[in-house]
């Protein structure tokens, strides 16, 4: 129903989230890279790391779990490999120089790994994807995050929700963005803010380990590994790359955006491969419209209307939502409202 949603175009909104973020403090450029961040996965239809994240951020901000000053520091550097200490500094500006030196890295050698440490959370992976992939590279990004999942077989809470983009350059032909459990956590934070009363099969289990369909049960409980044992091994993997690689915190030494009693201590990856290393920029993206119209042009299975990419949904929805506005369910602006409020801020225009 309309009255579900409260419809606000994007321009305003990151407006909107660009001052509450200044009225806790942050600086204004920072403010403004934060903003853009969230408001540009809301965009692409992935609410759950859109604006509704200014409630925990600020929180964690209001905790002094986060250092709003600092772009943290290189850690060291060898070749083409770079580690970076976040100093608990804002996620996004974290990344930002992260990405900046994968960028001069490959630039100079033809490859670029950066792992980041002591960091916090940096929004949608997929964004830093593709700043990587505007300067002409394959961009991986990976990270971890809070201890929510059990590995699987288990039912103690080991490994975060892990997740894992690659974008490439070129037009739009395939952005990988995902976590390594079904759904990532922050949907199902959604699911319960805007009162939805259950979530689909397979998103979550309670904390015996039996599937759930109930949000708080599931929030209590355990996110589903994606695939079982193949999404808990992609966990691990990810948990190596970015913090055993890192020295950072690993497992449940882990903070979060809902941890306040210790810093986050989010680890971060960002690969970026020079295309033009391996073959003419414009023959490699020849070939990706190739594969994509490929696989797309192939005959749907029963039930389904096309094939589709990864990537093709939040285009789509992103051409929607500039268009007509970005919808915000009325539960989770109902809370963005009173954190405005508490902060004195004025609401957007629609």
Not at 53 to 58: D, K, M, P, R, V
Not at 93 to 109: F, K, P, Y
Request: proline share 5%; hydrophobic share 45%.
């Amino acid at each position: 129903m309309a009255d579900d949603f409260v419809r606000i175009s994007h321009l305003p909104l990151t407006a909107f989230a660009k001052n509450i973020l200044e009225a806790a403090q942050v600086p204004e450029a920072t403010a403004v890279l934060v903003a853009e961040s969230l408001v540009a996965a809301n965009l692409r239809g992935v609410d759950s790391h859109g604006v509704q994240l200014l409630i925990w951020y600020t929180d964690q901000i209001g905790a002094g779990n986060v250092d709003i000053h600092t772009s943290g520091r290189i850690a060291s550097e060898n070749g083409a490999c770079l580690v970076y200490d976040g100093e608990n500094g804002i996620g996004q500006l974290i990344s930002t120089r992260c990405c900046e030196h994968a960028i001069r890295l490959a630039s100079a050698g033809g490859i670029g790994m950066v792992v980041a440490r002591n960091s916090t959370h940096f929004g949608a992976a997929a964004w830093w994807a593709q700043k990587l992939a505007a300067a002409g590279l394959i961009g991986i990004v990976m990270c971890n995050a809070t201890a929510l999942v059990a590995p699987w077989q288990g039912r103690d809470k080991m490994l975060g929700t892990n997740p894992i983009s690659m974008a490439v350059p070129g037009p739009n032909s395939f952005l990988l963005d995902m976590a390594t459990t079904t759904v990532a956590l922050n949907r199902i934070f959604k699911a319960l803010l805007s009162g939805d009363t259950t979530i689909p099969d397979g998103w979550a289990m309670d904390s015996e380990g039996n599937p759930t369909n109930d949000p708080q049960t599931a929030i209590d409980g355990l996110p589903m590994p994606l695939g079982g044992y193949k999404g808990s091994g992609l966990a691990v993997m990810v948990e190596i790359l970015c913090a055993a690689l890192s020295g950072g915190p690993m497992l449940t030494n882990v903070g979060g955006i809902r941890v306040k009693s210790i810093p986050m201590g989010a680890s971060h990856l960002f690969l970026g491969i020079d295309v033009a290393r391996f073959i003419p920029v414009e023959e490699f993206t020849a070939r990706m419209q190739w594969l994509r119209e490929t696989i797309t042009h192939s005959r749907p299975a029963a039930g389904f209307d096309e094939v589709m990419i990864a990537g093709d949904p939040e285009w789509r929805t992103e051409t929607k939502r500039l268009a007509n506005g970005i919808p915000i369910a009325r539960g989770v602006w109902d809370q963005l409202a009173q954190l405005a409020e508490r902060l004195n801020v004025p609401l957007p225009g629609r």
